[in-house]
């Protein structure tokens, strides 16, 4: 390229195409070019979020979650002085994740990663930011284990753990009295093991029967089978732990079978709730929903829509909460250096504009780096009822209830296996 | 196991077989003619899917059947007429990197196009719903599903055996030489039998819609199991894929009911045992032009 400029200022075909290319990327990816012409160096944040895949609408959501959080902190000034830069990369598979966290840390700089949605890519990207000693912050992964027995001094998460989950929808089952004959459907990895596990131990500590399990491989398209072995167990309850595009696949299946069984879940996407439509049903725990009714959150949902044309999910708000939770960390040990900024998240208490929006406060424990905060249980709302295509749940319950502890539905300190290693 | 339940794993089977049928029908007729093995076929079917959301809600679901697959083979017929065309005279694996990367294209503009969440795209009307057939209820639109495939079948069957058309396109993926010492001349039947192959795509993909979820990696596990399909039918044969389609379709629904765990497996075992029994598969027979 820099030989063409030399011999010839006439516009060529070739460097044509290449500017019009720079140009549209420019267009579509404004963070990568920043117009500011920056006196220092800005501080760069590493997010790995999946884009393909049968998780790849989450990564989406995230991105755009990230932005706006990247946005807001930049508008009023940067942290420190300095420009905050996100750089994002597709975390696809546990493997392409470990190579992708390789590139963030030792070609891009990063101050930290967040981000990650799928538990096996969490699991692998944690062990190798450990090594080199980076911050992480896990936005999405939901296993226990990157919590427990595989949790480490470098890796945060904002996400909840299914413990959290579980407890939150548990609640609800144990109180509704939808304890008894239960039928399990999971997705076949780290995620839905673990997810099973923890639901197990809800049902038989509350007395009831399991009827029949089966493990689905990711990427399942037809459930037809499942579901009619479902029926021929008859079960009371269908409690799914599945994830991503399956879970749109299985309750779409589900109602179209003219399957009228109540049905639960671990967890629940909202990205891959909307498409199901009308035939949604079911109760769920989740992290985040755009109606909760905090004033913070009200505000930002409506920023969200104003900027992106559509509402935050679970995964929008997910990465929101985590880069904010990075720049009180820079602010708070005013430094960029990774030890530092761990030390400074080790019982923080989200604070000022960025309080995590649930109109209490949440902190991270230090024992384990899980941050505490409230799930909420939704239930499909009926079509009749919706406003908008977008208006497919509805919160019945916060759990815990406000004025109980955030520790009543974490995982126990006892029952943890967690070993920080040290900071050095 | 109950009776019912047992003819349902049988339904359930056989309608994941039917649109397996489908895909390898394609990717069959394809191969048999031009010689080339389209790996974007299941991007073709993601595409097909796509291409009945976009015009559902001004169309309605029974146009989609016909627009959808029309737009695609439209597609298909301009990427031979301008990509494929130019490979024939070359090394085989050269059209299969050509459809191996346009996978990639294909599925990163419908990401582009339409974005990375999946699209709601609810059974039609007509069909929601089960039938009660005795002690068994079943979907009404699965059975819509396997009803318009063996009217797909019948009618590919008629035209390749009754039309001017269907006897030049038989001839030529046994002989193209004599085809063209006769004086016919085999490049638009080229082009229309890839138009054709990725129709058929299309339509197995606007079938899925319903069912599975519209998102921008949904045919790849389809794409996958076609080419399983064709392998243990026999390449380039057509009642070879029918049958195989079918067995396939069985052999995933039952082991999922016996052996969970293996079902994902479950064909790739098969194509192994049958490859080992009858390494043409189950009907392919000697073809000349690929010995």
């Known amino acids: ?325 990075i720049a009180q960390a820079i602010e708070k040990a005013k430094s960029t250096d990774s030890a530092k900024l761990v030390q400074a998240l080790e019982g923080h208490t989200l604070t000022g504009t960025m309080d995590g929006l649930k109109g209490r406060p949440l902190t991270f424990r230090a024992w384990d780096h899980q941050l505490l905060q409230p799930m909420y249980v939704v239930a499909a709302r009926d079509k009749s009822k919706w406003r908008d295509k977008w208006d497919i749940f509805e919160i019945v319950s916060e759990v815990p209830p406000r004025g109980e502890s955030l520790e009543t539905i974490a995982i126990p300190k006892a029952e943890s296996q967690c070993q920080l290693e040290p900071l050095a | 196991m109950t009776p019912a339940v047992f003819a349902e794993f049988v339904l359930n089977g056989l309608v994941l077989g039917a649109l397996y049928v489908l895909m390898a029908l394609g990717l069959s007729i394809i191969f048999g003619m031009i010689g080339i093995i389209n790996f974007a076929h299941g991007a073709l079917f993601t595409l097909g899917a796509y291409a009945a959301f976009q015009v559902k809600d001004a169309l309605g679901f029974p146009a989609t059947l016909v627009v959808s697959p029309l737009l695609v083979g439209v597609l298909g017929m301009l990427i031979e007429a301008t990509l494929l065309r130019r490979l024939y005279l070359q090394d085989p694996l050269q059209g299969l990197l050509l459809t191996f990367g346009l996978t990639m294209v294909l599925e990163q503009g419908i990401r582009m196009v339409w974005g990375r969440s999946p699209k709601p795209f609810d059974v039609p009307p007509a069909f929601a719903g089960a039938l009660s057939l005795g002690p068994l209820t079943y979907s009404k639109y699965r059975g819509f599903i396997l009803l318009a495939v063996v009217v797909l079948i019948v009618a590919l069957t008629l035209f390749l055996q009754k039309t001017p058309v269907g006897t030049i396109v038989r001839a030529g993926s046994r002989d193209p030489m004599m085809v063209r010492l006769l004086g016919v001349s085999l490049r638009p039947v080229l082009t229309f039998v890839f138009g054709l192959g990725t129709a058929f795509a299309a339509i197995a993909g606007v079938l899925s819609a319903p069912l599975a979820g519209v998102q921008p990696a949904m045919g ?45 497996a479950s064909m790739y075992i098969l194509m192994a045992v049958i490859l080992l029994l009858r390494p043409r598969g189950l009907m392919g027979e000697r073809w000349e032009k690929f010995e």
């Not at chain 1, 501080?43 to 990564?59: E, K, S, V, Y």
């Not at chain 1, 109602?255 to 035939?279: F, R």
């Not at chain 1, 949604?280 to 959150?297: N, V």
């Open chain 2, 220 to 264: 790849v596990n389809v794409g996958t199991a076609a080419f399983v399909v064709v392998t243990i039918g026999g390449l380039g044969s057509f009642w070879g894929a029918v049958i195989s389609g079918l067995l396939v379709g069985q052999v995933v629904s039952l082991s999922i009911y016996f052996q969970p765990r293996a079902a994902e």
């Open chain 1, 1 to 325: 390229m820099a030989q063409r400029r030399d011999v010839s200022t006439r516009l060529t075909r070739r460097t044509f195409l290449a500017l019009a290319t720079a140009g549209a990327a420019a267009e579509i990816h404004p963070l990568a070019f920043p117009a500011v012409v920056r006196a220092q160096e800005p501080i760069r944040i590493g997010q790995l979020i999946p884009f393909t895949g049968f998780l790849g609408a989450i990564g989406e959501y995230g991105k755009q979650g990230a932005t706006l959080a990247v946005e807001e902190l930049n508008e009023r000034g940067g942290v420190l002085g300095r420009k905050i830069e996100l750089i994002t990369e597709d975390e696809a598979n546990p493997g392409v994740a470990v190579q992708k966290a390789r590139k963030l840390i030792e070609k891009d700089r990063v101050v930290a990663i967040e981000g990650l949605v799928s538990s096996a890519s969490c699991l692998a990207v944690g062990d190798e930011v450990q090594r080199a000693k980076i911050l992480m912050i896990n936005a999405g992964a939901n296993s226990d284990e990157i919590r427990s027995k595989r949790c480490h001094r470098y890796v945060f998460a904002t996400e909840g753990c299914n413990t959290q989950y579980v407890s939150a929808i548990g609640n609800w089952l144990i109180r509704e009295r939808k304890i008894s004959r239960w039928y399990f459907l999971t997705s076949d990895y780290a995620f839905g093991h673990d997810l099973l596990r923890v639901a197990r131990n809800l049902l038989t500590a509350n007395k009831g029967t399991e009827v029949g399990s089966d493990l689905a491989p990711t990427g399942t398209t037809d459930f037809s089978q499942y579901i009619t072995k479902m029926k021929a167990a008859k079960p009371d309850l269908v409690f799914h732990n599945l994830a991503g595009a399956d879970v749109t696949n299985f309750l779409k299946q589900y109602a179209e079978a003219g399957m009228t069984l109540e049905v639960a879940g671990g967890v629940i996407d909202s990205a891959y709730a909307w498409p199901v439509g009308e035939s949604l049903r079911g109760h769920f725990p989740i992290i985040w929903w755009h109606e909760l009714a905090t004033p913070a959150s009200l505000a930002w949902a409506a920023r969200y829509i104003k900027r992106w044309g559509r509402p935050p999910d679970n995964q929008a708000y997910g990465d929101y909460v985590a880069v904010h939770a």
